[in-house]
């Protein structure tokens, strides 16, 4: 079997032969990666390998691109593909469509072409190297026939990378050891929902008691001593040897949004946990206590309370959330008790910030920065703070036909001015962004002036001043668009969270992590909210993001991750915890 050693020992020519059939039909690309070594690391071959093409001419990517065959297209069929293509099209049974997918396939591959010049790349081994089904298969083709030509050329080369990483894996006999079990896991968390359709795993709901219930047990079998508190959260606990040491935390949270997604929170559970699993295999202790807490409630999507779990944790739950009442009219009180916990006894879970050691979370980005530099992980700087309201706008409905357009007083109207205005303030200030992610006309209809509009108002940035300052500027202006158009106002404030920045120290201990794994260290701001903003009150707290594929998309059942990112974003963890100071 070859191994880093032989590559980096190697001559060029014996190099590139090595390394024959990892890109298509393209000896330039380890022909020119060849000057980096020696590599110090698999991920630093690869990201070499990656840059070479990023670096490469436009003519030269697109020759890479169309050196790709179709997709059980003529060459698969007259048997004339590659052993490396034949093999990965046979994983997924693209050797066995049905008469019905082979004129799918066909007719996808026509469109694809004529649309983009080159023929549609997929690592058709997925994200776990497992193999993906034909109709996932087909479902993807589908959806980046949508895409313009710049954005889907950066995914075919994004595609061509997952598949030389996976041909690498197998030339040099590479056995993942945390990234499948963490990536089967989560599907298997996945399958837990509140809804046949997609993934939804709202606060103290059966689907939530399961999943908690599954986690606590993954926990015991990895050999910590696990329990669930009274607010919800999953706590398991590796003890060091010195019962009086102190306390490192990871965690994250297992609630979802509404058809979410299976790595959102979740990976930052999951991947500890595959660490602990490890450590006690092999019989290993740290020199503290490791305490894993998967958080009951981050996302709000039940009570629109976020960060029930972590506020519990940091002792700063307010009691006065037990009498929110969910869509059904259910306390959360009453939703908390049903489940078998006693409310009275919130209080009581809040550490003390005297034996902690510090908070650390892994999380998948949520957006394409990682995606984007070609990068598995970043090191967090903080995480953005965020204002959010709802604004409901009244007008005067009346009727379509016989108001003259000077006398409206038309809500949606209005609505549509403060997105704008929103749009027009947040944009161009640094990490400063504005959304309008609801908005809505109830009891609207085709022939009647809006009389009222719902819309929703998230503001977040980096810098709490600079947030402060466009959540005033934004008010002033649609004070202004209410008054000129004769429009009532009322506000409810959702959340005011303060921006959480990340300890230093912590950082720069999971940057040097980073590259000890053979990556370089990269800074990049989370412009979503997560637990450790929470945590920031009882201790030190730290992030390692882990690249998002799919363009970035998360908070859907889109959002995806490889199981090689998950493995070296773990081994990563692993060496902070053991370098902790």
């Keep these: 079997m070859t191994t880093l050693s032989d590559l980096n020992r190697l001559d060029t020519a014996a190099f590139v032969a090595q390394l024959h059939g990892i890109y298509e039909h393209s000896p330039w690309i380890p022909e020119r990666a060849a000057a980096g070594r020696p590599f110090a690391s698999l991920a630093a071959l690869k990201l070499a390998l990656q840059d070479t093409v990023a670096l490469a001419s436009e003519d030269e990517q697109l020759s890479l691109l169309r050196a790709h065959p179709e997709l059980a297209g003529k060459a698969a069929i007259a048997g004339a593909l590659t052993a490396e293509s034949t093999g990965e099209q046979a994983a997924s049974g693209l050797d066995r469509c049905s008469p019905d997918e082979y004129a799918a396939l066909h007719q996808l591959n026509a469109a694809y072409n004529a649309r983009f010049g080159f023929p549609f790349i997929l690592a058709v081994k997925g994200p776990t190297g497992q193999g993906l089904t034909r109709q996932a298969i087909i479902a993807t083709f589908r959806r980046r026939l949508g895409n313009g030509l710049p954005d889907e050329m950066a995914e075919a080369l994004r595609q061509v990378h997952r598949i030389a990483e996976i041909r690498l894996n197998g030339l040099l006999g590479v056995e993942l050891a945390f990234g499948p079990a963490i990536m089967a896991w989560a599907e298997e968390l996945g399958s837990i929902s509140d809804d046949e359709d997609g993934l939804t795993c709202a606060y103290m709901t059966p689907a939530h008691q399961r999943s908690a219930a599954r986690l606590a047990d993954w926990m015991r079998d990895a050999g910590m001593e696990a329990g669930i508190d009274a607010v919800g959260n999953v706590v398991g606990r590796y003890m060091a040897l010195d019962p ?81 009442l969910d869509g059904g009219g259910t306390s959360m009180r009453t939703a908390l008790q049903q489940a078998g916990h006693d409310p009275t006894t919130i209080p009581a879970i809040g550490r003390d910030p005297s034996t902690l050691l510090g908070y650390v979370e892994v999380h998948i980005e949520q957006g394409p920065v990682l995606l984007e530099k070609g990068l598995p992980l970043g090191v967090v700087t903080a995480i953005a703070g965020s204002s959010r309201y709802l604004l409901e706008l009244e007008g005067l409905a009346s009727h379509a036909g016989t108001t003259p357009m000077s006398m409206r007083r038309d809500a949606a109207a209005a609505a549509a001015e403060v997105v704008l205005l929103v749009e027009r303030r947040c944009s161009g200030a640094g990490a400063l962004v504005g959304t309008v992610g609801q908005l809505a006309v109830p009891d609207g209809s085709v022939n009647v002036i809006p009389g009222r509009c719902r819309l929703s108002l998230d503001i977040r940035a980096a810098s709490d001043e600079e947030r402060l300052a466009a959540v005033r500027d934004v008010f002033d202006g649609i004070e202004a668009v209410c008054a000129r158009r004769r429009i009532g106002l009322k506000v409810e404030k959702l959340l005011e969270a303060p921006a959480a920045p990340c300890a ?14 053979g990556l370089p260290r990269f800074d990049l701001l989370s412009g979503a909210g997560h637990d450790a903003m929470a945590m920031v009150a009882v201790t030190e707290v730290a992030m390692l993001f882990t690249r998002c594929g799919n363009g970035g998309i998360s908070h859907n059942p889109l959002e995806t991750m490889t199981a090689d990112d998950a493995d070296i974003a773990a081994r990563v963890l692993l060496d902070f915890l053991h370098h902790y100071r």
């Design 244 to 324: 009086d040491a102190k306390t490192l935390i990871t965690g994250s949270h297992y609630d979802t949004v509404r058809n979410g997604g299976k790595y959102d929170g979740r990976l930052g559970i999951l991947l500890p946990l595959a660490i602990v699993k490890q450590l006690h295999a092999r019989g290993e202790r740290l020199p503290y206590h490791l305490e894993l807490i998967a958080f009951a409630e981050e996302e709000g999507v039940r009570f629109r309370s976020t960060f029930l779990g972590s506020n519990a944790v940091a002792g700063r739950f307010d009691l006065a959330l037990l009498d929110t």
């Design 504 to 517: 230093p120290r912590l950082m720069d201990q999971l940057g040097e992590a980073v590259q000890r794994a």
